[in-house]
């Protein structure tokens, strides 16, 4: 029987560690070249970056600018990081871009002051469309294919968060990745007028031959249209070229990320926390069966559940440098809950007779007098 623990305790930690660390390594970046349009596609594990941070305008004036992309999203029950500006001195976020469903959640960060914006129901399948984000001393406005549809005085960003490193197609200290493709992108440091907008919308989708007016502050301009190759030209500066590395990568992985910045809204959430605490269920279980043959009660379960604390430390550890997964404190906890649990099963099982019903001769666990709360 000890023989049989022992295979099982193994069986059940190698399941673990691999679900933990799968694929072991950095995947495939990927990301491909549109075949008969310009524009790329990005995967699952597909993302871009500067070749350098972009800086600050020499000519500051009041700050105001303006963000095009020309996007279509693979599906429109899905979310990701379609674009962020990061700090790498201070690893702050001060803007980004993701989808949430249909609609396109716009984050501005300056210093501790942290705002959101949502315009639901833009994105489709079907077609791309260019979005336009426009922020003055006024007001952000929200333009989708050159008509205007939010405006909001609430909510404001200027030219210098439009700085940093550039990432398109994921988070720049997260695996939280967008699937979809990009057709286009600008960057501006004014706020365009809504006639700008209007024109600038026909510019590319006609052909999509958007031409940078050097008189109109255009800080960055990709075209999509080099068709091969892992650069994406900046039409503006080469300094910010885009760059498509080979593999899959996280700038910036964060490190036992806090449970309160690991919390995000909704159901895939909660869903992670649940196959957390049921993947360590079998750890508790079978580790508290085996050990209970050599120590006593109590002592095999404070040995059983510090393992699943050890283990789950490991991993976390160890995703920090696997950019397909994320290391947190959250699943310290519900592991080593799962792991608790186990233990308690384990005790419950034997105390109602469970393994002398199914033929296991578990002598030393049935032996055991557990208090009843």
């Known amino acids: 029987m000890a023989m049989l623990l022992r295979a099982a305790c193994a069986l059940v930690l190698l399941c673990i560690l691999v679900a933990g660390l799968w694929p072991f390594h950095a995947p495939r970046n990927e990301v491909s070249w549109l075949s008969q349009k310009n524009g790329i596609i990005l995967r ?46 201070s690893r702050i976020v001060t803007f980004a871009l993701r989808q949430f469903r249909s609609g396109l959640v716009i984050e501005s960060r300056d210093q501790d002051k942290k705002a959101e914006m949502y315009v639901g129901d833009i994105l489709t399948t079907q077609k791309p469309v260019l979005v336009t984000i426009t922020s003055g001393q006024a ?98 500066d080469s300094a910010t070229d885009l760059l498509i590395p080979e593999r899959f990568f996280v700038l910036h992985e964060r490190f036992l990320e806090r449970p309160w910045d690991e919390y995000q809204p909704g159901w895939s959430y909660w869903k992670d926390i649940g196959i957390n605490v049921i993947g360590f269920i079998p750890l508790g279980f079978f580790f508290y069966a085996y050990l209970s043959q050599f120590l006593k009660s109590g002592n095999s379960a404070i040995a059983t559940i510090a393992l699943g604390f050890a283990v789950s430390l490991t991993i976390e550890v160890l995703q920090a440098f696997l950019p397909t997964r994320d290391s947190g404190i959250t699943d310290l906890f519900t592991n080593t809950f799962g792991t608790a649990l186990g233990v ?25 007098k557990m208090p009843v709360s």
Not at 178 to 190: I, K, N, P
Not at 215 to 222: D, F, I, S
Request: one cysteine or more; hydrophobic letters at 40%; charged letters at 20%.
């Open 139 to 236: 007001a952000t406005a929200i333009y989708v294919d050159g008509t205007l549809v939010k405006r909001a005085q609430y909510f404001g960003f200027s030219s210098r968060q439009l700085t940093g490193q550039f990432v398109v197609g994921g988070a720049p200290d997260k695996a939280y990745n967008w699937s979809g493709q990009v057709r286009g992108l600008a960057v501006y440091d004014r706020e365009l007028a809504a006639t700008d907008v209007s024109r600038s919308f026909l510019a590319w989708t006609n052909g999509g031959q958007q031409k940078p007016a050097m008189g109109e502050r255009v800080v960055a301009l990709y075209l999509f249209d080099e068709g091969k190759g892992n650069v994406v030209h900046n039409r503006v």
């Open 344 to 368: 308690a099963l384990c005790v419950w099982s034997a105390r109602n007779d469970w393994f002398a019903r199914a033929g296991i001769p578990f002598t030393s666990l049935q032996k055991e």
């Open 44 to 89: 699952k594990h597909g993302s871009i970056v500067s070749a350098a941070p972009f800086k600050a305008p020499a000519s500051q004036g009041d700050n105001s600018c303006s963000l095009e992309i020309w996007l279509k999203p693979s599906r429109v029950d899905s979310g990701g990081m379609i674009l962020a500006f990061y700090w790498p001195e």
